[in-house]
């Protein structure tokens, strides 16, 4: 992950794609610590569901398939047990859609698929996926019609505490206002220190200093960077 995309976390700005795939690496990094008997999670990357093609109704229902077969495979490096599904309960996809950040889950024990994401009014595009399970789920009480601004990082806390039971789940999020704000800002501060001091940064050090000298650049020319970026 760059660095303009990691202060796109520490900012209150719209998240860039590098933050949340490395959020899916760090959270399969961190399933690896988990007890034999909590349910096992895996955090697909932005990638597999990111060809537009994918979305696109003139392609069969075969070709579909083909494409996201393909997509699995690059985004698990030919991992045949990852991609298929073997010991996996949870599977998390996150979707981008004009840059706003959703969450897909399909749970394979119990077939499901929950969509959840933070703004109420967001248009899904994935028809093709809701008619191979049946339960979506959508109700949430914390749901905004205004932010948005900040689905990246609703998107990284969902993935981080969703275990496949919406009756029980709790994100810690208030209904939106002053006070969900101020959760967003703890969050993004919360994040971007766990990146850099994670066991899975193998340079947390070297990390730290370029951040450090990244910073000493002029305000408008890291606005620039972070424009240019996106």
């Known amino acids: 992950m760059e660095w303009h995309a990691l202060e796109s976390l520490a900012s209150p700005t719209k ?3 590098q933050v949340i795939e490395a959020w899916c690496a760090l959270m ?3 399933e690896r610590l988990r007890s034999r008997e909590s349910i096992r999670r895996y955090f697909f990357s932005l990638e597999v569901m990111g060809d537009v093609n994918l979305r696109s109704t003139p392609y069969t229902h075969k070709t579909h398939y083909n494409l996201f077969r393909k997509s699995l495979l690059s985004s698990t490096k030919n991992n045949w047990d990852v991609v298929n599904m073997r010991d996996i ?3 998390f996809f996150p979707m981008v859609q004009d ?3 959703y969450l897909v889950v399909f749970n394979l ?3 499901s698929i929950v969509i959840i994401d933070n703004h109420r009014r967001h248009v899904n595009y994935i028809e093709d996926l809701i008619k191979m399970y049946k339960g979506v789920s959508d109700i949430l009480v914390w ?3 205004q932010n948005i601004d900040d689905s ?3 998107l990284m806390r969902h993935m981080e505490t969703y275990m496949g039971d919406l009756r029980t789940w709790k994100t810690g999020f208030v209904p939106q206002g002053k006070r969900q704000d101020s959760q967003i800002e703890v969050l993004r501060m919360k994040y971007t220190t766990k990146f850099m001091q994670s066991e899975f940064n193998k340079q947390k050090h070297y990390v730290r200093g370029q951040v450090n000298e990244y910073h000493e650049i002029d305000e408008s020319v890291r606005k620039q960077i972070r424009e240019q970026a996106h």
């Open 15 to 17: 998240l860039h794609s």
């Open 28 to 30: 399969n990094f961190e």
């Open 89 to 91: 309960d949870l599977a």
């Open 99 to 101: 840059h706003h950040f």
């Open 109 to 111: 024990k119990s077939p």
């Open 143 to 145: 749901q905004t019609d």
């Open 152 to 154: 990246g990082v609703f």
